[in-house]
């Protein structure tokens, strides 16, 4: 019965591109705005695409949509504009202005999902560059870069263990066999459980500073990334 289900969120996925790309070719809306209908549509947790993974639901339950956009936007090259792909894929610029509640919206019960992504990862990875930052403040001594103990100092502070530590435990939970290298859905995965972990560990209130801690960061790196953005536009 699986693998029949599966093969039927196939089928549908494939039927979904080619929607998309005849609801683009037509142009009664931005292509955009047909994109995230077929988001909103899509099916398959993760798939594999000329030899590469792609695994759109992070923990089961975080929803990377910009990662599905980028497998969608390969089927459009012929059809939409480069530079929008780019801005958007690369730079999180939207290529159609949008009110507050719109992404919601057009994103339906995906939404949800994808604000686990925003806090589970975006957040969760914003937080431990704060703290690297304070570590960073504290510690001036070259010897702490020399031996490796960034990490962990980091992940002690946050996690209350090594990252190792917490790496061992996170690899059992999943039953994963002891990798080579890590792949960066991996790293998406451990960060994920990482802040599924400091829930359910840590201090309430804790957990409250930290993750205002990390919006806070997240924030400022948009607008160091927005900055960027227009005076490359002003240089070019």
Known sequence: MRAEAELVAVDEAVQIIADLGAAVARGEEHWFFCMLTAVRRWPLPAEQVNGRTFRYLVGGEAFDWLLLAERLCEELTE????????????????????????????????????????????????????????????????????????????????????????????????????????????????????????????????VASDTRKGLAQLQRLEAMKTRAVFSSADNA
């Open 79 to 206: 059809l939409v504009p480069a530079d929008e792909v780019e801005g958007l894929l690369f730079h999180g610029r939207l290529p159609v202005e949008m009110r507050g509640d719109e992404l919601q919206r057009l994103l339906g019960a995906k939404y949800r999902s994808h604000l686990n992504f925003v806090y589970g990862v975006h957040v969760e990875e914003a937080l431990q560059l704060a703290v690297q930052g304070e570590v960073h403040k504290e510690r001036t001594s070259s010897r702490i870069w020399e031996n490796g103990h960034m990490d962990d100092e980091v992940f002690s502070r946050v996690y209350g263990a090594s990252k190792p530590a917490l790496f061992s435990q996170f690899r059992e939970a999943q039953a994963l066999p002891q990798p080579e290298a890590i792949s960066l859905a991996d790293l998406r995965e451990f960060t994920y459980w990482l802040f599924k972990y400091r829930l359910k560990n840590c201090d309430p209130a804790r």
